[in-house]
């Protein structure tokens, strides 16, 4: 052991000044314990959702609109390319089987 690792043993409290070893106090594992929690009422519960609500930027009817229309457009792109695609692996598969 060198001195550098003496040093830092020393000032960690696992060796006294001495050199010889220190004995080391066990702390006991602290038990877990819940937090206890205090069970809403449903009118307050309510009263809460009602709050966390009104909080919420909610859309106008022009963002519904635009938002429905992106939707709209891009569920039909999809259904287009999964259509073509299963069109064509279905040939594909038919032409390699063909009797």
Do not use: C
């Amino acid at each position: 052991m060198n001195r550098q690792t003496k040093r830092l043993m020393q000032r960690q409290g696992q060796v006294g000044p001495d050199g010889a070893p220190v004995a080391q106090r066990r702390e006991r594992p602290r038990p877990q314990t819940r937090p206890v929690k205090e069970r809403t009422t449903p009118a307050e519960f309510a009263r809460q959702v009602r709050a966390e609500l009104r909080k919420v930027a909610w859309p106008n009817r022009a963002e519904v609109m635009n938002y429905s229309v992106i939707v709209f457009v891009v569920l039909v792109i999809l259904i287009g390319l999964i259509f073509g695609l299963d069109y064509v692996f279905g040939k594909f598969v038919f032409f390699l089987f063909k009797k």
